[in-house]
C-alpha cells in the first residue's frame, strides 16, 4: 500500500474531510489530494507530523509491516520517590488527565520519611476510540 492510500484510509477512518485535514496541517487541499491520489508523496520532513496526527507510526504511514518478532509496548510501570503524599496525589491526577498512555493503577505508599508512587500505563487501551485533538 502507497503512502497515499494510506493518508486517506486514514483520514477517513477518523471521519473528517480533505479540507479539515489541509487545515490541520496547514497545508492546501490540493497538497492532501495529490498526496490521496498517488501524484505526490509527503515531504519527509512532514512524516513524524503525519504520524502525531493520526497516532501511528511513520513504519505504518509507510507501509512497512511489524514481524511477529518486533517488540511492541503494552504496558509499562514506573515508581517515583516523592516528597510528600500530596505531590503524588497531584501526579496521579496529571496521570488521569492524559489520554495517552492511559493509566491503570496506582499505589501510593510511606516507607520512613520517602512517599513511593508507583504508577501502571498501558499503551494500547481503546487507542481506536480515544479523540485526540
Given at each position: 500500500m502507497d503512502i497515499g492510500k494510506v493518508i486517506k484510509e486514514l483520514r477517513q477512518k477518523r471521519g473528517i474531510t480533505q479540507e479539515e485535514f489541509s487545515e490541520a496541517l496547514r497545508v492546501s487541499v490540493q497538497t492532501i489530494s495529490r498526496w490521496e491520489n498517488g501524484v505526490n508523496a509527503p515531504d519527509l520532513s512532514m512524516l513524524p507530523q503525519l504520524a502525531v496526527y493520526f497516532r501511528v507510526t511513520t513504519d505504518y504511514l509507510l507501509g512497512l509491516e511489524r514481524s511477529d518478532n518486533m517488540a511492541k509496548l503494552i504496558k509499562t510501570?514506573?515508581?517515583?520517590?516523592?516528597?510528600?503524599?500530596?505531590?503524588?496525589?497531584?501526579?496521579?491526577?496529571?496521570?488521569?488527565?492524559?489520554?495517552?498512555?492511559?493509566?491503570?493503577?496506582?499505589?501510593?505508599?510511606?516507607?520512613?520519611?520517602?512517599?513511593?508512587?508507583?504508577?501502571?500505563?498501558?499503551?494500547?487501551?481503546?487507542?481506536?476510540?480515544?479523540?485526540?485533538?
Open positions: 510501570t514506573e515508581t517515583f520517590e516523592l516528597a510528600s503524599e500530596q505531590e503524588a496525589k497531584e501526579m496521579v491526577l496529571k496521570f488521569k488527565g492524559e489520554k495517552f498512555p492511559v493509566l491503570k493503577d496506582h499505589k501510593i505508599a510511606t516507607v520512613g520519611d520517602k512517599v513511593i508512587l508507583e504508577v501502571t500505563k498501558e499503551f494500547n487501551s481503546e487507542l481506536d476510540n480515544m479523540k485526540f485533538n
